[in-house]
């Protein structure tokens, strides 16, 4: 008599599998969503460029949690159909009531209710910050990205001006722009402090989350993280405002390029140095004896 693969008290390679084709249906299902997001959004606008590593971060807070796959019991799978139900009327209310984030959500609802169809409820609670963290993928409004990014220009303005005359180069501030050399740089032309903010959101959280830390130290990384947002653009924005400045004259016919290039490439060298920023805090917790981590891994 053939035993059927997916009645056992752990999960299988079968629901495994089980779960990345219904995954699969649920994006097929709600691909203009999905379209939406990857396209028009992540792939047309910087601004909304860190949506590509949201999955490899997902994937990688799984990976770090792969051991509890052996504690998951395939049972309460009724509750994927009933997210895919809330997930598909959000999807529905936001298309009808031109709301894109209920659009947007809705789709990310749907799939991650498939995957729990196929695996069950124990999988959500314990890889509940990987499911969670597919929140980012749901690009933001514009008007609530506007209320973050103009005091955030007017800090990172600020300070790089302070950090330029500290260093020797003389810069006149003028509300959000800068003038070196007679060129006036605009902050949001020069190192937009937006682009910053949720890669490097995303980078705290899953820090935060891949590591066998206490809640408060979680909480400590999630709220440092707009802090280190706000470093990182700086250390951005002072070379790129000092190349604005000079570029003509470090290369006269291709200045303009030059600086593009730079702009373009110092957001994503940012991530790692903010990473190593997070490394160093919990580094001073610990030379604090401030107790950082729920337990002693076993390679310390």
Known sequence: MLRNPFIS???????????????????????????EIFVDYAWRDEEYSHIFIVPLVAAWMVWVRRMRFRFCRPSGTILGPLIVLAGWWMSWYGFHRQTTSFFHGGAVLVVIG?????????ALFRFFPAFLVLVFLVPVPGQIRQNIAVPLQTWTAQVSQAVLDVIGVD??????????NGQAVMIEEACNGMRM??????????????????????????LFSPV????????????????AGNA?????????????????????????????MLLLLIRLLKW??????????ASQ
């Not at 980078?203 to 408060?216: D, K, V, W």
């Not at 280190?228 to 190349?243: G, H, K, Y």
């Open 9 to 35: 008290d752990r999960l299988t390679v079968w629901h495994l599998a089980l779960g990345v084709a219904l995954a699969t249906l649920g994006v097929l299902v709600t691909w203009e969503a999905w379209q």
């Open 248 to 276: 003509r004259r470090i290369a006269p016919d291709s200045g303009e390029m030059l600086f593009r290039q730079f702009h373009d490439a110092s957001g994503w060298v940012m991530l790692p140095v903010a990473f190593l």
């Open 228 to 243: 280190v947002a706000i470093a990182c653009n700086v250390v951005r924005t002072v070379p790129t405002i000092w190349l």
């Open 171 to 180: 810069t006149e501030l003028s509300g959000n722009a800068l003038i070196i």
């Open 114 to 122: 498939c995957v729990v169809a196929a695996l069950g409820k124990n």
């Open 197 to 222: 903010v949720f890669p490097l959101l995303l980078i705290g959280y899953a820090f935060s989350f891949a590591l066998p830390l206490r809640q408060s130290v979680r909480v400590l990384i999630i």
């Open 288 to 297: 604090a004896m401030v107790p950082v981590q729920r337990y002693t891994l």
